[in-house]
Nanobody, 123 residues
Framework: QVQLVESGGGLVQAGGSLRLSCVGS????????MGWYRQTPGKQRELVAS???????NHADSVKGRFTISRDNAKKTVYLQMDSLKSEDTAVYYC?????????????????WGQGTQVTVSS
């Protein structure tokens, strides 16, 4: 059973920092692109940042210069360092990954999501 488990969310004052982590577990052959998304009530889930297996990253304009995505392939983990947090960053943050599994000699790629972690920034 493959799953992604996030941690690191919480309550922080504006201007503060948090670091989110997301660990993959189970029968994982390899992991492709990984990313962080966020969602607030009544709005669509939006991409915050993404990173390829080779380390190439992309950040949404709203978080550039404040958030940094990184990954440790050996640990099957992706991180999101969030600095200079603003009240508008308040959301549930979700980890996403393209995970490859190997069964019967066949490699299959499936999109997985974590359960979400709440980030609340007080002004």
């Amino acid at each position: 059973q493959v799953q992604l488990v996030e941690s690191g969310g919480g309550l922080v004052q504006a201007g503060g920092s948090l670091r989110l982590s997301c660990v993959g577990s189970g029968s994982i052959f390899s992991i492709g692109d990984m990313g962080w998304y966020r969602q607030t009530p009544g709005k669509q889930r939006e991409l915050v940042a993404s990173i390829t297996s080779g380390g190439l990253s992309n950040h949404a304009d709203s978080v550039k210069g404040r958030f940094t995505i990184s990954r440790d392939n050996a640990k099957k983990t992706v991180y999101l360092q969030m600095d200079s947090l603003k009240s508008e960053d308040t959301a549930v943050y979700y980890c996403n990954a393209a995970i490859r599994t190997l069964r019967g000699g066949v490699v299959r790629t499936t999109d997985y999501w974590g359960q979400g972690t709440q980030v609340t920034v007080s002004s």
